[in-house]
């Protein structure tokens, strides 16, 4: 089992507001980054830093952090955005990374 | 422009050891705040990540594989090789290279910022 926990699967209606989040301990002392992958594609970085937008990815994409919960937020989801997206952080003893299980993200 | 190439069999038999090469481009491994990780992917299953190395030489390893991987980089050659011992066909998967940020200040940072296109390896007999 991973020590970031997803959710499986979110959907949301095309057009509205989706937060896709990401719990473990390391998380109150590491920041999660992001990553979208499409069938057959390679992970995309997304989120960094917690906030940080990577150029190219459209500011529909944000993040935010609280406890030990990191959050990706989807403002006015498209249908390109159907994807699964994985949380990443270090673990928490410091020592190694971890990714979460993953959320496959439907637009309906 | 910062590319990332896996290369390696893609096909292997159980107890053999897979060894794989990362070759970048666009970027130095010599360069402190950035190292190059392994990821691997089973067919339908999450991200895994395997180990990290950075211009310093500080390797990490996935705590569940520390005994059967190996990670070195060639920084003249612009490579970086993993090796995974003992293979297995649960161990059938794709394998990524990413070049990998660190920045240490005020905040924390660490992030896989350039993903190469993976290349998969099948455990088999």
């Known amino acids: 089992s991973s020590e970031l926990t997803q959710d499986p699967a979110v959907s949301v209606a095309l057009g509205q507001t989706v937060r896709i989040t990401c719990q473990g301990d390391s998380l109150r002392s590491y920041h999660a980054s992001w990553y979208q992958q499409k069938p057959g594609q390679a992970p995309v970085l997304v989120i960094y830093g917690k906030t940080n937008r990577p150029s190219g990815i459209p500011d529909r994409f944000s993040g935010s952090s609280s406890g030990n919960t990191a959050s990706l937020t989807i403002t006015g989801a498209q249908a390109e955005d159907e994807a699964d997206y994985y949380c990443?952080?270090?673990?928490?003893?410091?020592?190694?990374?971890?990714f979460g299980g993953g959320t496959q993200l439907t637009v309906l | 422009q910062v590319t990332l190439k896996e290369s390696g069999p893609v096909l292997v038999k159980p107890t053999e050891t897979l060894t794989l090469t990362c070759t970048v481009s666009g970027f130095s491994l010599s360069n402190t705040r950035m190292g190059v990780s392994w990821i691997r992917q089973p067919p339908g299953k999450a991200l895994e990540w395997l180990a990290h190395?950075?211009?310093?030489?500080?390797?990490s390893y996935s705590k569940s594989l520390k005994s059967r991987l190996t990670i070195s980089k060639d920084t003249s050659k612009s490579q970086v090789v993993l090796t995974m011992t003992n293979m297995d066909p649960v161990d059938t998967a794709t394998y990524y290279c990413?070049?990998?940020?660190?920045?240490?200040?005020?905040?924390?940072?660490?992030?896989?910022?350039?993903w190469g296109k993976g290349t998969t390896v099948t455990v088999s007999s």
């Open positions: 190395i950075f211009s310093n030489d500080e390797k």
């Open positions: 990413a070049r990998t940020i660190v920045i240490r200040g005020i905040f924390y940072y660490y992030y896989m910022d350039v």
């Open positions: 990443n952080s270090r673990d928490s003893t410091g020592n190694h990374v971890v």
